[in-house]
Each structure stands twice: as C-alpha cells, then as structure tokens.
C-alpha cells in the first residue's frame, strides 16, 4: 500500500494528467496483485475487517494498523480490491434508485396537484348547428335545453350554420339573472363549423336550469336553455 502511496505523491508533483495518472497507479496496482504472494495467508485479516475497510465502516484510527499488510499482501490486496468495487457497484447502484424514487415521488405529487387542482374537470362539446339565432334574453321554448355536466371547465361551442368567426362573448346565468359564468373567446372555421372555444377555468354552478347567452362584439344576445346535470 506504501507502494502505491508513495507512488501516486511523486506522480501527483510531476503534472501528469488525470489519464496518465491512473493509467500508471492501476499498472503499480496490477503488480502489487502478484509481487506479494502469501500462500499462507500468514497475518492476514479476516474477510470482515476487509469488507469494512473496503466500505470505509471502519474508522480510519482503527483501519491503520492493516494499511502496511495490505500493502505487501497480493492475496489481501487482491481480496480488498474485489470487496472495494462490489462496494462501489452497490452504492452507485443505491443511488441510481434513490433518484429513481425521487422521481417517481416527484411525478406522482405533480400528478396528484394536477389532479386536485383539476378537480375531475372535463371539456365538453355545446353544439348550436341545428338551433335558431333568435335574438333576446329569453330561449326559444320551441327547442330543448342544452345538456351539460357539473364538473365542465372547457366548452367547445359549434355556432349556428352561417356564423362568422371572430370575438363573441358568453355568459351563464340562473334562471333569475344571476350571473355564474362571464368571459370570451375568439371563434374560428374549422372544417366548415365555426367552433367558438370557453375557458370556464371552474365548475360551474349546482345542477338545475341556467341560461347559456352568445353575441358577437356589440351585437345582441341569443340565449338558451341550459341543464347542469
């Protein structure tokens, strides 16, 4: 152990790079596994002592007094260098699954956030293609309300056959004109449906009766009954 000990201090003054360095100390290391044959294993440690130096359990203080025979021991060096890479394998592989956990840790609290934040929200489609776009605060009585769930945080609205694309504005209120829902969107031709996408951002109100109202900018609403199952 001397040997090498002594041998990677002169390498260490003579600027040798990183690679050159190791390639010299594992051809001394090759060298110590031969030049020091002990057939009889003559005050050799017992393979404890050696796995626990080899996984730096043991206190250096009480490590010491092995250094000089594993440093002129071919058998114990031998020995001590398989134990020191099972060691580092173990450890490199310990950690590779701790980070593994992290992240799987990481995914699954991301996931649960986003589930939780969501709240089990949907999208769902309101198609208007076959309704009238009669003007007014109050629904055609004629046609049956439109079906939508409670827990709906997106609307993918198909305007009325002929609808222009652009700006519209939308609203959600009870049947006794209180507001739950208010914002806008941008509607656009998509395959000859003019497709008007809401972002609710929230579950909307508790099941019952409300009142769905579309305008583009500056123009009247067109209103229709709606069912919050």
């Given at each position: ?206 099941p019952g009766d409300y009142l769905l109202q579309i305008r ?14």
């Open positions: 152990m001397h040997r090498v000990e002594e041998s990677e201090a002169k390498l260490n003054g003579k600027g040798y790079s990183t690679a050159e360095e190791k390639r010299i100390l594992d051809a001394l290391g090759r060298g110590l596994l031969k030049e020091f044959p002990n057939p009889n294993r003559v005050g050799c440690p017992g393979s404890e002592v050696l796995k626990r130096i080899s996984s730096r359990e043991m206190p250096l203080s009480e490590a010491e007094k092995w250094l000089d025979h594993l440093g002129s021991c071919s058998p114990c060096y031998r020995d001590f260098s398989q134990l020191r890479t099972a060691y580092r394998q173990r450890r490199t592989r310990m950690i590779l699954a701790a980070a593994a956990s992290v992240l799987i840790v990481v995914g699954l609290t991301t996931w649960a956030m986003l589930r939780q934040h969501n709240g089990g929200q949907i999208s769902a489609v309101v198609d208007l293609r076959d309704r009238s776009m009669a003007r007014g605060t109050e629904p055609p009585v004629t046609e049956p309300a439109l079906q939508l769930p409670r827990n709906v945080a997106h609307l993918d609205i198909y305007l009325p056959l002929g609808s222009n694309d652009g700006p519209y504005d939308l609203r959600i209120s009870s049947v006794g004109n209180e507001l739950f829902f208010s914002g806008t969107g941008v509607a656009k031709l998509n395959e000859g449906v003019t497709v008007l996408p809401i972002d609710l951002g929230r579950s909307l109100a508790k583009r900018h500056n123009s009247e609403w067109v209103s229709f009954s709606v069912q919050i199952r």
